[in-house]
């Protein structure tokens, strides 16, 4: 068997012939798992997907399409047995297909293999010949199905184009201009299609008709963006009329899958993608690296300060996901910082100093990184209000909240920061930073425990994710509603701390995926040790858990789990202070309950010490993702094993 979505969603026997899904509403059952690629969609997460306003028996009528489309795909399965293709996992469903057997998956693959090597050609070009048309092009209203084709659509063309330069890089290729034709015409905003025209022009003999397809280019460019070509372009064009055009087998530069573009159109690209999440998001980092590079190399100071600051991606996570990758940037903007002086262009000095606030992570700096990172956060902040630029304060605002994790107990600071970028962004038409506003807030309200104010700011910002095609956004709240059932299951008449954990497992599952690794690794181990801490339980003592970041300071505690309290003892003793980040509420909890089980009176003061900000929060809820409950419980264990 095999499901296709690059098109009309199908599944289709091993012999050919179709299967009958059923009605619309199975079709898009079905493709909505097949989105998740293999991790599980909540139950609550497919009504949504459904419905934009539920039904009262939502539920019941997603479990009846689940059962027909089991039926239709594993029509030969005994009425007892359990399903092998669509499963019931945790909370919700998942689909279980090896991803030779999607298209979606199988074309990504492929790609994958064509952006390492040319030998994968043969391949890309029978994946892209296999599309029928739109990713789900029969699920039109879905919002998470038009985020899936955005992103699709953008690894398709990427596809189009790395499969030409390919072929032109081998030599081959005269033939594809009819087919480069259509795509500049289709696409005409993207400058690598329309190299790729003009060399398939070249190489067919049609010098004359390559320039003019560049001259074309810089009139769409020039007439419609207000932009001059890029350096590619440029540097081409002087190639054919100086007839130095390189040979087959020398591959011209590009970046991403294949493709260097030049640094301005490549930056301009990543920060459009770093939105899409995944793979897309690791690829736009790796990308816009790439474009600081080049725009170095060519010592035009000025260039280097516009692709910086043109990256002015919304972040929320306190913590590098690649800590060199930032330690890079954050090098190359103070360079170019010192570079155009105190005097500089008062914008692109804003956007270079927020670009150090933003890149500059708490979790993986010294300390006087950190006071420079903070003074860049502070200077950007002042130089937006001057010029009273809307988009540049909300950037620089993003910095100053990325650098307000100076000590614990700042959720009420924070939420003030989020509210003024939800502001800004909302009167001068902002969405991404509206999204970050709202996640911003939510954040906050979940670190004091106002978990109805934070569910407010979770439906928005999923109401504004779905317009602005940001996948990422719900993965978030879904951490957060799993984050929320953790702390309703401490109370009477709550749900079970299983199905707490449930949650847990699902919202790990849709962070796997995010390319977020700074935030997803060791999250999942610590949510399961604050829901145990909620109940009163021993630490998870299970060898298979990675805690990531947060080792050092679970390490005591699930010795204790162990019963190796000299063990515990040691590693209590050579406990660091906790980083500056989100989680640092957490860990300073983490080390009273061990000190307090140990009776280490010192280490409990100190800690309690730490925390006498934070009596009005909740541990480890500022990242809105998991509790491990009120710190003033841990305050008051604190004092009565130091008294």
Known sequence: MRIDVLGVVRALRDDGSPIDLGGPRHREVLARLVAAEGRTVTTDTLVDDLWSDPPARAVGALRTFVAALRRALEPERPP??????????????????????????????????????????????????????????????????????????ELRLE?????????????????????????????????????LLARALYRAGRQADALAALRRARAMLVGHLGLDPGVGLRRLETDILNGTVPAAGSSLMWAGGGVRLGPRTTVDLARTLALAGGDALVHSRRDRLAAIRAAERTGDLLLTARIIGAYDVPALWSRADDAEQSRAVVAAAERTLTGLGPDGPADLRARLLSTVAVESRSADLSGSELKRARKAALRAE?????????????????????????????????????????DLATRHGLPDFAVLGRLARLQSASALGDLDAAA???????????????????????WFRARATAARSAEPGGPTAATAAAH????????????????HHGLFPLALLGLRLLHDRPAPTDPRLDWGPYRPWARPLVLLGRQRDEEARTALAALPDPPHDHMQEAMWCLTIRAAVHLGERAVAARARAALSHARTEHAGAAGGMLTLGPVARYLAEAKACVA
């Open 504 to 519: 847990y497992r699902a919202a790990e599952h849709a962070l796997q995926a995010a390319g977020m690794p700074g935030l």
């Open 80 to 153: 007892r047995d359990p399903p092998r293709v669509l499963v019931t996992e945790g909370p919700g469903y998942a689909l279980r297909l090896s991803r030779d057997e999607v298209d979606a998956h199988r074309f990504q693959d492929v790609l994958a293999r064509a952006r390492r090597g040319p030998e994968a050609v043969a391949d890309l070009g029978a994946v892209l010949a296999a599309w029928r048309g739109p990713a789900y092009a029969d699920v039109p209203d879905a919002a998470w199905a038009r985020r899936e084709r955005a992103r699709l659509e």
């Open 456 to 478: 407010s700011h979770a439906r928005a910002a999923d109401r504004l994710a779905a317009t602005t095609e940001a996948p990422l956004v719900p993965v978030l709240t879904q």
């Open 382 to 422: 002042a130089l937006a209000r001057k010029l009273a630029d809307p988009a540049l304060l909300a950037f620089a605002l993003n910095g100053v909240f990325l650098q307000s994790f100076t000590r614990p107990g700042l959720g009420a600071e924070r939420d003030r920061i989020g509210a003024e970028i939800l």
């Open 159 to 195: 596809g189009v184009e790395l499969h030409a330069r390919i072929l032109l890089d081998s030599g081959q290729g005269a033939d594809l201009v009819a087919a480069l034709d259509a795509h500049v015409a289709e696409h005409p905003w993207r400058e690598p299609a329309w190299e």
